[in-house]
């Protein structure tokens, strides 16, 4: 329950709505016990006193006058004096107070509900934003080990979890509570003996409520940990729904998420049995209450000792604060399956963030002169060999160098390095000889560009997609000037003006509507947008035809070679490519050969043709294969 605690304090950022929220509650609750001390001159009046006659409201404001204390107000004279005297009269007058202060609680009640839920929305917005804005700072590393479905579903799911929780906390249970208190309060000014009955029970309640709730806790991680693993498997199954079902994969995947899902229902039939068994025990303990009190009042009854009036009274406040304590049972279950999301949660927000996000640490100044790598060594968690080991590395700035090995080797690995998706165990990417960990991280990161063979474009426009998160853009007009010339390099303005609204184009969830050519050639446009000093092409043209790859590699190498528009008199780019076709290797500066993690060999076409057998074994089985679709 601590993480829950800690959750819950942070809707006192609103306390004034929530001191306002408690103020309601309070007033609302104080309604409820005038109205049921306003119920006993009622009965006195129709039933009669232990004499048998009927009371007059002059005659109850004088004997309360007489029972107040000596520095206590008191009612006025001339307040008595105008009261009705007739007993009918008396009735209808407190029926209409009674009437008059429901509207009041009634009132109170929806703004303490209204006040209550607007602090509870507020403070789940602020807790989602909070696990999102981590999420997205999170080292790459900790988001796979993790996977992102169960992020999001921490972030979405448990989120919902710990605001019904909270919503348990302070709309229903501050209603309850205080409505209870309320009642058990006129309980015990009717008569505090039969009153003090009901108190005895309260160890036991708390004791039930208590076991209970550790159960509803731990099943109800178990659940939200089983649905975070529905989230996975739907959403891989239909985001790869297209290869499900050229495999007809269909029978596979429904069976996939039906015993994954029969795991989650096992779990919740755990929490559903501690709630089940909440109810009846409550019940039961009440009726051995009951039975106690009328044992009790009626022994009182026959001494003479109590009036029958008294005892309704008694007994009816009783079972209203039994009515209004009794959901509490629920809420505070509630509560306890909000404390298990709040566990998951917290886990989530507590995880360190990605380094290098210090705004103390310096920019990275503009490159000139060489990217290097230090002996670096990185091993992915749970792998049983390095992914790259002990690998060292200088690059030229200017300079183009193709990288190429069988699958798995580390090259898309080894580039990662640079903008830091991916910190080395040991050794050290340099920057003209400085450390890229010393850099601000975003600084770092303006300065690359990135074009990946899986293509991520977002829902909206193509012109919203190919300016995403660039900056220095100018006003309007320039901006549309600077994004076209992107696309125009990238190749890809005619296919665009060729779509419905043109740059307005909207494109769906994952590149709906585009072909796989067109997205890349997206993703090409808007890495050229950023106006990059080293740009990263990582299988980047694996997606188009012949002919277009042509076109992009001298849109490319255009590229590559121009001066910096950003900084006047700059050097040109270094381009760093994961090769996947033979001409983009020939255009290369330099080749590097990768095996098993590590560098063993280097050079141009015909050196390594020469001198590298894994080399021309690549040139024969992979470099020469394969044409993508556009």
Same mark, same amino acid.
């Given at each position: 329950?601590?993480?829950?605690?800690?959750?819950?304090?942070r809707?006192?950022?609103?306390?004034?709505?929530?001191?306002?929220a408690?103020?309601?509650?309070?007033?609302?609750?104080?309604?409820?016990?005038a109205?049921?001390?306003?119920?006993?001159?009622?009965?006195d009046?129709?039933?009669?006193t232990?004499?048998?006659?009927? @009371?007059?409201?002059?005659?109850?404001?004088?004997?309360?006058?007489?029972?107040?204390?000596?520095?206590?107000p008191?009612v006025?004279?001339?307040?008595?004096d105008?009261l009705?005297?007739?007993? &009918?009269?008396?009735?209808?007058?407190i029926?209409i107070?009674?009437?008059?202060?429901?509207?009041?609680?009634?009132?109170?009640?929806?703004?303490?509900?209204?006040?209550?839920?607007?602090?509870?929305?507020?403070?789940?917005?602020?807790?989602?934003r909070?696990?999102?804005?981590?999420v997205?700072?999170?080292?790459?590393?900790?988001?796979?080990?993790?996977?992102?479905?169960?992020?999001?579903?921490?972030?979405?799911?448990?989120?919902a979890?710990?605001?019904?929780?909270?919503n348990?906390?302070l709309?229903?249970?501050?209603?309850?509570?205080?409505?209870g208190?309320?009642?058990?309060?006129?309980?015990?000014?009717?008569?505090?003996?039969l009153?003090?009955?009901?108190?005895?029970?309260?160890?036991?309640?708390?004791t039930?409520?208590?076991?209970?709730?550790?159960?509803?806790?731990r099943?109800?991680?178990?659940?939200?940990e089983?649905?975070?693993?529905l989230?996975h498997?739907?959403?891989e199954?239909l985001?790869g729904?297209r290869?499900?079902?050229?495999?007809?994969?269909?029978?596979?995947?429904?069976?996939?998420?039906h015993?994954?899902?029969k795991?989650?229902?096992?779990?919740?039939f755990?929490?559903?049995?501690?709630?089940?068994?909440?109810?009846?025990l409550i019940?039961?303990?009440?009726?051995?209450?009951?039975?106690?009190?009328?044992?009790?009042?009626?022994?009182?009854?026959?001494?003479?000792?109590?009036?029958?009036?008294?005892?309704?009274?008694?007994?009816?406040?009783?079972?209203?604060?039994?009515?209004s304590l009794?959901p509490?049972?629920?809420?505070?279950?509630?509560?306890?399956?909000?404390?298990?999301?709040?566990? @998951?949660l917290?886990?989530?927000v507590s995880?360190?963030?990605?380094p290098?996000?210090?705004?103390?640490?310096?920019?990275?100044p503009?490159?000139r002169?060489?990217?290097?790598?230090?002996?670096?060594t990185?091993?992915?968690?749970?792998a049983?060999?390095?992914?790259?080991?002990?690998?060292?590395l200088?690059?030229p700035?200017?300079?183009?160098?193709?990288?190429?090995?069988?699958n798995?080797c580390?090259?898309?690995?080894?580039?990662s390095?640079?903008?830091?998706?991916?910190?080395p165990?040991t050794?050290?990417?340099?920057i003209d000889?400085?450390?890229?960990?010393?850099?601000n991280i975003?600084?770092?990161?303006?300065?690359?560009?990135?074009?990946?063979?899986?293509t991520?474009?977002?829902?909206?426009?193509?012109?919203?997609?190919?300016?995403?998160?660039?900056?220095?853009?100018?006003?309007?007009?320039?901006?549309?000037?600077?994004?076209?010339?992107?696309?125009r390099?990238?190749?890809?303005?005619? &296919?665009?003006?060729?779509?419905?609204?043109?740059?307005?184009?909207?494109?769906?969830?994952?590149?709906a509507?585009?072909s796989?050519g067109?997205?890349?050639?997206?993703a090409?446009?808007?890495?050229i947008?950023?106006?990059?000093?080293i740009?990263?092409?990582?299988?980047?043209?694996?997606?188009?035809?012949?002919?277009?790859?042509?076109?992009?590699?001298?849109?490319?190498?255009? &590229?590559?070679?121009?001066r910096?528009?950003?900084?006047?008199?700059?050097?040109?780019?270094?381009?760093?490519?994961?090769?996947h076709?033979?001409s983009?290797v020939?255009?290369?500066d330099?080749?590097?050969?990768?095996d098993?993690?590590?560098?063993?060999?280097?050079?141009?076409?015909?050196?390594?043709?020469?001198?590298?057998?894994?080399?021309?074994?690549?040139?024969?089985?992979?470099?020469?294969?394969?044409?993508?679709?556009?």
């Amino acid at each position: 329950m601590t993480h829950f605690w800690t959750f819950a304090r942070r809707m006192l950022r609103y306390r004034w709505l929530v001191a306002a929220a408690m103020v309601f509650a309070a007033l609302s609750a104080g309604g409820l016990g005038a109205g049921l001390l306003g119920i006993k001159p009622v009965l006195d009046n129709i039933l009669g006193t232990t004499e048998g006659t009927a @009371r007059t409201l002059p005659a109850m404001a004088a004997d309360l006058n007489a029972t107040l204390p000596a520095l206590s107000p008191r009612v006025p004279q001339r307040v008595i004096d105008a009261l009705p005297t007739k007993p &009918f009269d008396a009735v209808l007058w407190i029926m209409i107070g009674l009437g008059v202060l429901t509207m009041i609680g009634a009132a109170c009640n929806f703004l303490h509900a209204y006040l209550s839920l607007t602090v509870i929305s507020r403070t789940i917005a602020n807790i989602r934003r909070e696990a999102f804005h981590r999420v997205v700072h999170l080292p790459l590393r900790t988001v796979l080990r993790s996977g992102p479905s169960d992020m999001v579903s921490r972030i979405v799911y448990d989120s919902a979890a710990l605001g019904a929780g909270f919503n348990a906390l302070l709309s229903r249970a501050v209603a309850q509570v205080t409505k209870g208190l309320a009642a058990m309060c006129a309980a015990f000014w009717f008569d505090w003996r039969l009153a003090s009955v009901a108190l005895i029970v309260a160890p036991a309640l708390a004791t039930v409520i208590r076991k209970l709730g550790k159960r509803i806790r731990r099943a109800s991680r178990s659940a939200l940990e089983g649905q975070a693993g529905l989230y996975h498997a739907a959403g891989e199954a239909l985001g790869g729904l297209r290869v499900v079902k050229v495999h007809a994969g269909e029978r596979l995947e429904a069976g996939r998420f039906h015993r994954m899902n029969k795991l989650v229902v096992a779990q919740e039939f755990k929490v559903r049995t501690a709630r089940a068994l909440a109810s009846p025990l409550i019940e039961t303990l009440a009726m051995f209450i009951l039975g106690a009190l009328a044992l009790v009042a009626i022994k009182a009854i026959l001494d003479g000792h109590l009036e029958p009036n008294r005892f309704i009274l008694v007994l009816g406040a009783l079972g209203l604060a039994a009515a209004s304590l009794k959901p509490l049972t629920g809420l505070l279950n509630d509560i306890q399956q909000a404390s298990a999301a709040a566990g @998951r949660l917290h886990e989530l927000v507590s995880q360190p963030t990605e380094p290098g996000h210090d705004r103390k640490l310096p920019k990275l100044p503009p490159v000139r002169d060489r990217i290097e790598f230090v002996d670096v060594t990185l091993t992915y968690a749970g792998a049983g060999s390095p992914a790259l080991d002990g690998i060292s590395l200088e690059i030229p700035h200017g300079s183009t160098f193709a990288f190429v090995g069988p699958n798995g080797c580390g090259k898309t690995t080894l580039l990662s390095l640079i903008p830091r998706l991916f910190d080395p165990d040991t050794g050290c990417v340099t920057i003209d000889g400085r450390d890229v960990r010393g850099f601000n991280i975003r600084s770092l990161r303006r300065r690359i560009g990135v074009v990946t063979q899986d293509t991520v474009l977002f829902r909206g426009t193509i012109r919203e997609n190919i300016a995403y998160a660039a900056s220095g853009l100018g006003d309007a007009a320039t901006a549309e000037q600077k994004i076209r010339a992107a696309a125009r390099m990238a190749r890809a303005e005619e &296919f665009i003006l060729a779509k419905p609204g043109g740059y307005d184009f909207q494109i769906g969830e994952q590149g709906a509507g585009l072909s796989g050519g067109q997205r890349q050639r997206l993703a090409i446009a808007r890495a050229i947008l950023r106006d990059p000093a080293i740009l990263i092409l990582d299988e980047a043209t694996s997606m188009v035809d012949a002919e277009s790859e042509a076109r992009i590699a001298e849109a490319v190498a255009e &590229f590559v070679s121009a001066r910096s528009r950003g900084e006047p008199g700059g050097h040109s780019r270094t381009c760093l490519i994961v090769a996947h076709r033979l001409s983009t290797v020939l255009a290369a500066d330099q080749i590097v050969v990768m095996d098993a993690g590590r560098i063993i060999d280097r050079g141009r076409h015909a050196e390594l043709l020469a001198r590298c057998d894994l080399y021309r074994s690549l040139v024969s089985n992979q470099l020469m294969k394969g044409e993508g679709a556009a």
